[in-house]
């Protein structure tokens, strides 16, 4: 059952550097966040992004966390795969373990797994691979928490979770429009981005501290999440994550890993 709280993760999607390219901004974003998702070298990212983030996370206090996506760098990530459990069973298993041991070389301790892309977006459709990722991660450590889209199969999620004896995060758009299913509006369709920050940071406002809402019909759902995922890859997206910040901050709610207060 949704609900209102006066705690919240806000997470970012980074260590997104490849080689000579560097993508993000993320030495401005990650002091801002609470929990960073970071690139395991499969859709980007390589071995000394992945140590210079690990670093910059743990010297913030931010909570370090995987951002497993499918082997893809050209298309980042973003193109549908045809593949089997087993083959998303060893994508994240060697994605998790190669960030824990960045992870656990620099003293911290890696606390949530987020999936990237097309991983993540086939998940919303495909509960079984929710499920895989779930008995993938639980495989390698039952503390890690894995970030979930939680709309109206919220319950089902955490249960799942608990089946498999993990916590499961259900995360809320910041800068996205949704439907009275608790889905996400289709990028095709207009108004599915919120470009405006004082509207994008009333409605996290509104879903942490009431449990609920707006969609894009006008219609008022209860909806919560226990973290809030930004962007923060620009200079317009950083201003959003910290007005988004700001306003949290101004009424009260307290900023934290999600690890620090997730039960379930």
Known sequence: MPQARNVIDLNSDVGESFGNYVLGMDEDVIPLISSANIACGFHAGDPQVMRRTV?????SGVGPGAHPGFPDLM???RRNMDVTAEEIHDYVTYQVGALTAFVNAQGGKLQHVKPHGALYT???????????????????????ILFVLGGSNRDDLKAMGRRVGIRVACEFFADR???TDGSLVSRR????????????AAR??????????????????????DTVCVHGDNPSALALVRRIRETLEEEGVAIQPVGTFLKD
């Open 55 to 59: 670093r910059l996370a743990l010297d």
């Open 204 to 225: 996290v406002l509104k879903m942490v501290t009431e449990g609920r809402v707006v969609c894009i019909n006008g219609e008022e759902i209860p909806l919560s999440g």
């Open 122 to 144: 086939m998940a919303v459709g495909a509960p079984w691979i929710w499920q895989t990722v779930a008995e993938a991660i639980a495989a390698i450590d039952q503390d890690l």
């Open 75 to 77: 298309g980042f990530g």
């Open 189 to 200: 369709e207009a108004g599915a981005v919120i470009k405006d920050h004082d509207v994008a």
């Open 177 to 179: 429009a949704y439907n």
